[in-house]
């Protein structure tokens, strides 16, 4: 009975990283793009923008369909975290 509440945990605190690492990767695309764009790359930083954007719709998406759907959200990083531990 614990084995799934310890994976469920495992899984929401996957999501809680995720996030965190998503504000990181977001400010950096921001800087590079600004610095390609200085440096006279505009079609590169404009690529690195759009990019960015569509990853930053991926995640909100998917940070949304985990509000609704927890325990699946919960089951699925669970399953992930248990692959990555369970490598025979």
Do not use: C, E
């Not at 995720?18 to 390609?36: F, P, R, V, W």
């Not at 505009?42 to 960015?52: L, P």
């Not at 927890?70 to 669970?78: D, H, L, R």
């Amino acid at each position: 009975m614990a084995l799934p509440f310890a994976a469920g945990s495992v899984g929401m605190r996957f999501l809680r990283t995720l996030y965190k690492g998503k504000k990181k990767i977001g400010k950096g695309a921001s800087m590079a793009a600004g610095y390609a764009g200085k440096k006279g790359f505009v079609k590169t930083s404009q690529a690195i923008t759009g990019a960015s954007k569509k990853v930053h719709r991926g995640t909100m998406s998917a940070k949304s369909l985990a509000k609704k759907y927890p325990k699946s959200t919960a089951a699925i990083g669970g399953a992930a975290a248990w692959d990555m531990l369970d490598r025979d």
